[in-house]
Each structure stands twice: as C-alpha cells, then as structure tokens.
C-alpha cells in the first residue's frame, strides 16, 4: 500500500512563526504535492515538485515556500504565519507519467491564532 | 483556470438508498478520479478512469468517464452508513507533449444519513 505520512495531524501556531509542515512517502513517488483545503473552497495546490529540488508554484503560492532535499520527503514552509493562514494542509505524491492517481496524506489541521 | 462543477453539493441517504453524483467540465480530461473523504483524513483514491466510455466498479462503487471527456458520475448502491463523508472528483488534463496536468479538483459532495 502507498503510504504518505505528515509530521503533525494538528498544529496550532502563532501569527508570525515560522511553520514546517512533512510530508514523507515511502513509494518512491517522483512527484510531490501539497494542497489546502477550506470550506467551500475544495483543495487549492500550493505547491509541487517533479524532481529533487526541484519545485512549481501551484495556483496560491503566496506566503508559502517548500523544500524537497530527498525524494521521499517534500516540506511545506510558512515562513511567517497569518491567521488566514489556517487551514487543513494535505500532501499527496504519484508516479510520473500520464495515467497516475495521486495519493493523500491524513491532512494536518493548522490554526494560527 | 480550469474548474470542475460537481453536484450535488450535498445530500441525505437512508441506509439502502442507491446514490448518484456527477462533475462536469468545460475542458477534456485525460483521466477522472473519484476519491473519498472522511471527517479528519485525507482524501482516498476509489476509483480511476482512464478512457472515454470506460465503465469501472469497486465494489458497490460504479464510476463512468464519459463519452465527450468532459463529465463523469459515481454511483454507490445500497448505501450503508459508513458511505458518509464528502467525495470529489478530479480531472486531469495532458499538457501539450503529454506530460502530465495537474489534477483539478470538484467542491465535494457531502453525504450525510437522514436523521
């Protein structure tokens, strides 16, 4: 079974930490995505990366950076907290390739106060 | 950008009640996936569509991709009471050379049991 796992299921953060959030797969996914996740709103891609070190900017990237050193390991960087900020993160990897179905993490539930 | 209509937003089941969502799309999908979400988790994988037409069951889970590329539906029969929670569909495009698209993601139906 595809396992991808993140550091904390809930964290709760003051606005203007720096926040990391984990996220490891152990399938040797080559591609690695976080999303967030609001009411009304679905799942928003923040991020992703095809490669190590390598990464793209999904459709809000805004006030977020990552980092992805390893393959199995892609992290997701508030580099200063915002209340509107607070959300559930989900992380997710696939294979490349056109027929593959991404994979999702448990979520980790952030509230900044 | 892109977006997938989903409906219904949400809907009330009674245990054995058969179920029927759908997503609709102004753009062709390469690909339609169906995952389910519980309260707390993650979204998981239920069923993946491939080709125009393409008919697939997981269990009392019916998928279909359909004919134009541009829609797909879920049905579950018989539902039971662990069949609540909120289910998206996703579509994913191929970009010009053929790798892959992002997966672009419906606003979830919500199913809950009839009280």
């Known amino acids: 079974d595809v396992k991808v796992t993140q550091s904390s299921r809930y964290l709760v953060k003051r606005t203007g930490e720096k926040v990391f959030l984990e996220c490891v797969q152990d399938m040797d996914h080559e591609n690695m995505f976080w999303y967030r996740q609001d009411p009304g709103l679905g799942l928003r891609l923040i991020y992703f990366s095809y490669d190590v070190k390598m990464k793209e900017k999904g459709d809000i990237p805004e006030g977020y950076s990552v980092s992805r050193e390893k393959k199995e390991r892609f992290s997701l960087i508030l580099e200063s907290a915002s209340t509107n900020q607070t959300s559930m993160y989900l992380c997710?990897?696939?294979?490349?390739?056109?027929?593959?179905?991404?994979?999702f993490g448990p979520g980790t539930r952030l509230t900044v106060t | 950008g892109q977006q997938l209509n989903q409906s219904p937003q949400s809907m009330f089941i009674q245990e054995g009640e058969d179920v029927s969502m759908n997503c609709t799309s102004s753009?062709?999908?390469?690909?339609w996936l169906w995952y389910k979400q519980d309260p707390g988790e993650g979204p998981v994988l239920l069923i993946a569509?491939?080709?125009?037409?393409e008919l697939t069951s997981n269990g009392r889970l019916t998928a279909q991709f359909g004919i134009t590329r541009k829609d797909s539906f879920l049905n579950i029969s018989a539902s039971i009471p662990s069949d609540v929670g909120i289910y998206f569909c996703a579509g994913q495009y191929l970009n010009y050379g053929g790798s892959q698209g992002n997966l672009i993601f419906g606003k979830g139906t919500k199913l809950s049991v009839k009280p």
């Open positions: 997710a990897s696939s294979d490349p390739g056109p027929l593959s179905e991404q994979y």
């Open positions: 569509l491939y080709k125009a037409g």
């Open positions: 753009s062709i999908f390469n690909t």
